[in-house]
Nanobody, 124 residues
Framework: QVHLVESGGGLVQPGGSLRLSCSAS????????MGWFRQAPGKEREGVSY????????YYADSVKGRFTISRDKAKNTVSLQMNSLKPEDTAVYYC?????????????????WGQGTQVTVSS
């Protein structure tokens, strides 16, 4: 069976850092475009960051640009999201997703596999 599992969420103070990890089982992430999405209470899901299936080409939402970094570890079959300088408005459930797309997948409908999500709370 195909599974994506996120880890690394938690409670952090404003200005702090967290590293989210997304592990895949049942398939290899090498040929998938990957993305991180988030959804805060009462808000729509938004795309945070995407990484290409071909190389390290990536995209970041304006709200996280310069603070978040997406990366892929093929040996571990994982994708990570390093989050620095966290703000209260980053509080949300974060989901990783995989898309069988050549290049970047920039819309949620491109993604065929989704994790269950991990809670990130930024609060003092």
């Amino acid at each position: 069976q195909v599974h994506l599992v996120e880890s690394g969420g938690g409670l952090v103070q404003p200005g702090g850092s967290l590293r989210l990890s997304c592990s895949a089982s049942g398939f290899t992430l090498d040929y998938y475009a990957m993305g991180w999405f988030r959804q805060a209470p009462g808000k729509e899901r938004e795309g945070v960051s995407y990484i290409s299936s071909r190389d390290d080409t990536s995209y970041y939402a304006d709200s996280v640009k310069g603070r978040f970094t997406i990366s892929r570890d093929k040996a571990k079959n994982t994708v990570s999201l390093q989050m620095n300088s966290l703000k209260p408005e980053d509080t949300a459930v974060y989901y990783c997703a995989a898309a069988r797309i050549d290049g970047l997948a920039t819309t949620p409908n491109d993604y065929v596999h989704w994790g269950q999500g991990t809670q990130v709370t930024v609060s003092s």
